[in-house]
């Protein structure tokens, strides 16, 4: 029987395909990916976050990590479909604190400025949009970040002021449905 059915829950767990990328949630066997990605300092250098330490703390957030089974969406794997691997992640985030659903990215730096950053994005758009039926997305940055600040530009979303989030000075960017910018 499916997650849906059992739950109730819609199952998110597979997001979009685009042309290069299929997006899926991490299970803890991609513990090794994750940690390449959260563990590399130049991925994490902008993200106000810190970086991870190990393949086991890599384990215990994809473990620990609540999104699919309480929101229902949350960010995906983002896999190479030539090869099968992980390259990055990009999905989609609920922020309780600002309620507002947040889009957010990493990939790692071989796979820098192929467009794929920008073609995982306006997927996650699409399928907060179309799928889940969300009316606005935002999307927080660091000034500094510039090449995230053009794949937001890229994607269509505009600078909304700033905000102060979690100790740092952000950029804050949105994008509305056309839905709602239809009524
Ligand atoms: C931000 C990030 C996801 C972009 O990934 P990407 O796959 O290289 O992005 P894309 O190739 O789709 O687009 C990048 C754009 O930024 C531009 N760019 C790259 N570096 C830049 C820089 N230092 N200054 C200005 N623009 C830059 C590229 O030229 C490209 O724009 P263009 O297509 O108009 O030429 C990637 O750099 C990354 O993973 N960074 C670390 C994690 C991170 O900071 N995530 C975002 C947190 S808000």
């Known amino acids: 029987m499916s997650r849906e059915r059992l739950t109730g829950m819609p199952d ?10 299929l997006h899926r949630a991490f299970t803890v066997d991609d513990a090794e990916a994750f940690f390449a990605i959260n563990g590399n300092r130049d991925v994490m250098r902008l993200t106000g976050e810190p970086v991870l330490e190990s393949v086991e703390s890599a384990r215990t957030a994809i473990a620990g990590y609540p999104d699919f089974r309480t929101i229902g969406y949350g960010r995906w794997a983002c896999v190479l479909k030539d090869t099968g691997r ?24 071989e796979f820098w400025g192929r467009g794929l950053a920008t073609e995982a994005c306006a997927a996650s758009l699409r399928y ?19 090449a995230s600040i053009r794949v937001l530009e890229r994607v269509g979303m505009k600078r909304d002021g700033e905000l102060e989030y979690e100790g740092l000075t952000a950029l804050l960017y949105a994008i509305e449905s056309r839905r709602r910018n239809q009524s």
């Open 12 to 21: 998110h767990t597979t997001g979009p395909t685009t042309p290069r990328l």
């Open 128 to 146: 907060g949009f179309d799928t889940l039926g969300l009316d606005r997305i935002i999307a927080l940055v660091l000034p500094e970040n510039a």
């Open 86 to 109: 992980i390259i990055g992640f990009c999905g989609l985030k609920y922020l309780p604190d600002l309620d507002a659903v947040d889009v957010g990215y990493r990939f790692l730096p």
